[in-house]
């Protein structure tokens, strides 16, 4: 008989075996950080300096400090350490720092509407930005990315924004491609559907000014997107 279970790893505890609730413990932990598994990041570097109890990270490519030589693998932190567990392709996970629900495939966590045996597939995405307003015009450090097939891009006004009227939302050539003369006033909105729309080159979102320069104000970007991924060899 294996002396842990197939799929978490979880240890079995032994037939006259001292200290049992050393094993039980472990198995408890483990399955403490699996289950409803919700990971802080799945691209940061390194850990945060102070880890609140029971948070998860997967650690990327790249690692550093504590989680160098951990690729691949989830850290949860509890009691003051982490513990470092493998992850298997099929697990689901709740990306905190990026929003979204997402399945491991053995290699990055994804978000596919349809996926093939080869890891091609088809995700829907969400990003967002918050931008200060400053100028004639403002491109956004968020890029809509190269062969991404956009749905829509929305806006929400955060803050008032001064020195314009109004203001256009689009890229560069296409002023308002997602949207003209969009109010000013905090808390307008504005969801600009557009046909899908295939772009084939990192594309910012230019947000440009009516009736004057922008004076100030903060308005956030959500690009609503579809990406595709090559099948594997």
């Given amino acids: 008989m294996s ?3 197939a799929n978490l790893a979880l240890p079995y505890i032994a037939a006259a075996q001292a200290q049992k ?9 483990r399955l403490d950080a699996f289950v409803q598994l919700v990971l802080e990041s799945a691209t940061a570097p390194a850990p945060p300096t102070s880890p609140a109890e029971g948070a998860r990270w997967f650690v990327p490519s790249g690692a550093t400090g504590e989680f160098a030589g951990r690729v691949g693998m989830i850290a949860a932190y509890e009691a003051g350490a982490f ?3 493998p992850v298997a392709a099929g697990f689901l996970a709740f990306i905190r720092d990026e929003g979204r629900l997402a399945v491991f495939d053995g290699g990055a966590w994804v978000s596919p509407l349809a996926a093939s045996a080869h890891r091609g597939a088809i995700s829907a995405e969400v990003r967002e930005a918050d931008v200060l307003l400053s100028g004639a015009f403002v491109d956004t450090a968020l890029i ?4 991404a097939i956009v749905l829509g891009v929305s806006t929400r006004t ?5 020195g314009a009227s109004a ?3 689009g890229i560069a050539g296409e002023q308002a491609k ?5 109010g000013v006033a905090a ?3 504005n969801m600009g559907v557009i046909g899908p729309t295939a772009f084939y080159a990192p594309t910012p979102v230019r947000l440009t000014a009516i009736g004057g320069s922008f004076g100030g104000g903060t308005v956030r970007v959500g690009l609503h997107l579809l990406l595709l991924a090559i099948p594997g060899a």
């Fill in 3 to 5: 002396e842990q279970s």
């Fill in 21 to 29: 609730h050393v094993t039980h413990n472990e198995a408890i932990r």
């Fill in 83 to 85: 513990d470092f567990l």
């Fill in 144 to 147: 809509i990315p190269d062969r």
């Fill in 158 to 162: 955060l803050t008032a924004v001064t």
């Fill in 167 to 169: 203001y256009d939302c």
């Fill in 178 to 182: 997602f949207g003209g003369s969009l």
């Fill in 187 to 189: 808390g307008a909105t």
